[in-house]
């Protein structure tokens, strides 16, 4: 079966060079088929690998280096992504997914402009195929098969990393897509409001995975890893920060391209970098380079040749805008004070802060090229990245309630009053009477600014209860994800400025209070899972009414020979009480056990906002309505 898988993957690359030729020549109903043949076939050789992690094929050479016969069924279907070379297998699928999707759902009556799009994809999709095959090929065989296999890397045998990858694809892929459209729109020399409404969606496509995927990623390195933070400004993490920064700022861009039928040549640049922000991603995460617990391959070859790729698309993809860039015509002048030059400002403050973790990512590899050991961590962001993307915070709200095309200073004024109002009372009654650092009292108000914003925004557009329901799933979906960001700001400032941290060293049956918890150790048991072995521990946690028994565990895995850590978490409402389980010692002749013992305050805000943005995401992609426009739409 793993030989048809290769050949349908061989099929798929010439079927994308064919998909490109017919595209780019302007055949919209060939170009159409053929995409729709690209992803059957990507599929069914997809598929043949699935089957070979699900029947433990240990004669693949990928299926014995990542699977295990112990392994539980759920990772042996992850497993089939959880590597380099099945990973760049699903990142081609969902390329020709885009393209299948696009020759289905495209309908913007400019057949050419859809034949070309679907022509650039094709030309995409054929350099990631030609890397899966002649660089990474999942579809080799082994002489001698083992008789159990190595076993998939056990921090990826966890249920949000089984889902974790594909949305991040999605995510990426759908930039590929995005860029296509923009390179369609370049060689016909037409970005316009047509343009603009049509990408608006597939961006949106795009985006709402990558921030769900991102969602997921973090949730899992906090209760995996048992380090008890949600984000480590770890390489990779900014690997897929940066194209959702840029995807946010096209989103915001191509609306006024659709409103206003202005900043088309802005808003293709940043399709393009969106792109190839993705691209670089992709680079980071597989090349070695970088230090990670979610990278792919120490493989410096491939790395190089990911790199050449790097620096082909990408500066194909730029060249291309120099080139057709300067024919695009201006939109109609705007003033600064409008809604046009708000979102402008909008985009330049989130264009600096990709470009602040850009550098912050890269910049040890530049230190390393010229013989020099540098690090770049939580602080360098804290005091860079946090102050640029509180800038666009303060201001959201303002830009929601500015007309398009109207300057009102008066408005201006307002806002600002009711912002230094919020914080006001926040540094009063926060600062002063709760003794919260000074710093968190302006971010609790700056997330209180967004949620009333979002509201008020609603409300403004509404007018009244009787028509808050009539309002379009297009004001719903903005008005969330704003509304998210306000949620997220809220749980992150909480969670790192008010997090407790202690150690404690217990032995059984013993008793210890830290930060107002009563703990003790019941009992440590050696258990044994479906292919790990673990100690778990049995604690009781009290505090007034409060009780509960947690069971954190620090698990091994033979096949892999790699210990992990299995954190116990008591949710209590927005706070989780997190307990890591640590080594066996001898403290003055006594066995105890340790505990890291973590109080994160308000961190389920974290990532209820995070699935707010994605539910708002989803309700903008929800077709119009085909009747009357009310007052909110026109709005």
């Known amino acids: 079966m793993i030989e048809a898988g290769h050949f349908f993957a061989c099929l798929a690359l010439m079927l994308s060079l064919w998909l490109a030729f017919a595209g780019l020549g302007g055949d919209r109903r060939l170009a159409g088929r053929v995409a729709c043949g690209l992803f059957l076939a990507l599929a069914l050789s997809f598929l ?9 094929d240990f004669s693949v050479a990928l299926v014995a280096s990542n699977s295990h016969t112990m392994k539980p069924l759920l990772y042996k279907f992850a497993g089939t992504w959880g590597n380099h070379e099945g990973s760049m297998a699903l990142w081609c699928l969902v390329m020709g997914g885009f393209a299948a999707a696009g020759a289905l759902l495209m309908r913007s009556e400019r057949p050419v402009f859809e034949a070309r799009t679907l022509g650039v994809q094709g030309l995409l999709t054929s350099g990631a195929l030609a890397y899966l095959l002649f660089a990474s090929s999942p579809f080799t065989r082994l002489e001698a098969p083992p008789l159990q296999g190595a076993d998939l890397n056990p921090l990826l045998q966890d249920p949000a990393l089984a889902a974790h990858p594909p949305m991040l694809y999605l ?3 759908g930039y590929s897509f995005v860029f296509a459209m923009a390179a369609a729109g370049l060689l016909e020399g037409r970005v316009d409001r047509v343009w603009a409404r049509i990408a608006r969606p597939w961006a949106m496509a795009a985006f709402v995975p990558l921030t769900l995927g991102i969602g997921l990623g973090s949730y899992w390195a906090y209760y995996e890893l048992g380090w008890g933070g949600w984000w480590f400004w770890d390489p990779v993490e900014n690997a897929s920060l940066m194209p959702w920064l840029v995807g946010a700022a096209f989103l915001h861009s191509v609306v006024v391209t659709e409103k206003r039928d202005s900043l088309r040549a802005w808003t293709v ?3 393009v970098m969106a792109f190839c922000f993705s691209i670089l991603g992709a680079f980071l995460v597989r090349s070695g380079l970088l230090t990670s617990v979610h990278a792919f391959a120490v493989d410096p070859t491939r790395g190089a040749l990911l790199l050449t790729g790097l620096l082909v698309y990408g500066g194909g993809a730029l060249g291309l805008f120099a080139l057709r860039a300067p024919r695009l015509k201006g939109g109609p002048a705007h003033l600064l004070v409008s809604r046009e030059g708000a979102i402008i400002g909008n985009n330049l403050v989130l264009s600096v802060a990709t470009l602040t973790v850009l550098l912050g990512t890269l910049f040890p590899l530049l230190a390393e090229a010229f013989g020099q ?3 770049v961590g939580e602080p360098y962001f804290s005091l860079t990245f946090t102050p640029i993307m509180a800038l666009a915070l303060v201001a959201l709200p303002v830009v929601q309630a500015w007309s398009w095309g109207k300057a009102d200073w008066r408005s201006v004024w307002r806002w600002a009053l009711g912002f230094a109002a919020i914080v006001a009372v926040f540094w009063l009654f926060g600062v002063a009477a709760f003794d919260i650092p000074l710093l968190a009292g302006t971010g609790f108000a700056l997330g209180v600014w967004l949620v009333f914003g979002a509201a008020w925004e609603i409300w403004r557009r509404a ?4 028509r808050l329901g009539r309002l379009p799933a297009r ?3 903005m008005t969330l994800a704003h509304a998210g960001l306000g949620v997220f700001t809220l749980g992150a400032v909480g969670e790192t400025a008010l997090r407790f941290h202690g150690t404690l060293a217990l032995q059984q049956g013993q008793e210890v209070e ?6 003790r150790l019941d009992d440590v048991d050696s258990i044994e899972g479906p292919n790990w072995y673990a100690d778990r521990a049995y604690l009781t946690v009290m505090r007034g009414e409060r009780a509960a028994v947690l069971e954190p565990e620090k698990r091994i895995y033979p096949a892999a020979r790699m210990p992990t850590t299995e954190t116990a978490i008591y949710t209590m409402g927005a706070t989780d009480l997190y307990v890591a389980l640590g080594d066996r010692r001898t403290v003055e002749g006594t066995p105890r056990w340790t505990f890291e013992v973590f109080i994160n305050p308000m961190i389920g805000l974290v990532y209820w906002g995070v699935c707010l943005i994605g539910l708002g995401g989803l309700l903008s992609l929800l077709p119009r309505a085909r009747r009357r426009r009310t007052a909110g739409d026109a709005a």
């Open 463 to 466: 007018g009244s209860l009787r």
């Open 514 to 519: 830290l930060a107002g918890w009563t703990f």
């Open 269 to 271: 640049l940043l399709a």
């Open 48 to 56: 043949t690998l699935i089957v070979a992690f699900m029947r433990s």
């Open 475 to 477: 004001v719903w979906g």
């Open 171 to 173: 995510g990426y892929v």
């Open 373 to 375: 050991v540098m690090s």
